[in-house]
């Protein structure tokens, strides 16, 4: 199984930036990729950004492309999203989504059927 602990969150002005950080601690599994979501108090949970292990291809969410940059380091099992220019918009828990083999190229990675585990969240504010 997998556990993915998130962290980084916390309250920062629009504008500003935060770099969040998913740990994934495996038994014996191969994570194949790694994406972040986020749900905001009366919303939908929606995608943000997703990476494979080989770090190609990515994905973004249009509302964070230019802004947000996910990456990964591969020894650590660890993902990164960092978060540039914050907006009020921004404020959410994100959510950490881990997959583990067999590996599918393509855009099912935007999507959360294809996670199969995720962590608790780490909470992202945003003040305007």
């Known amino acids: 199984q997998v556990q993915p602990v998130e962290s980084g969150g916390g309250l920062v002005q629009a504008g500003g930036s935060l770099r969040l950080s998913c740990a994934a601690s495996h038994d014996r599994l191969s994570i194949v990729a790694m994406g972040w979501f986020r749900q905001a108090p009366g919303k939908e949970r929606e995608f943000v950004a997703a990476?494979?292990?080989?770090?190609?291809?990515?994905f973004y969410a249009d509302s964070v492309k230019g802004r947000f940059t996910i990456s990964t380091d591969n020894a650590k099992n660890t993902v990164y999203l960092q978060m540039n220019r914050l907006k009020s918009e921004d404020t959410a828990a994100y959510h950490c989504?881990?997959?583990?083999?067999?590996?599918?190229?393509?855009?099912?990675?935007?999507?959360?059927?294809?996670?199969?585990?995720w962590g608790q969240g780490t909470q992202v504010t945003v003040s305007s």
């Open positions: 989504a881990v997959r583990t083999a067999p590996l599918t190229l393509g855009t099912l990675l935007k999507y959360e059927h294809y996670y199969n585990f």
């Open positions: 990476i494979s292990r080989s770090g190609d291809p990515t």
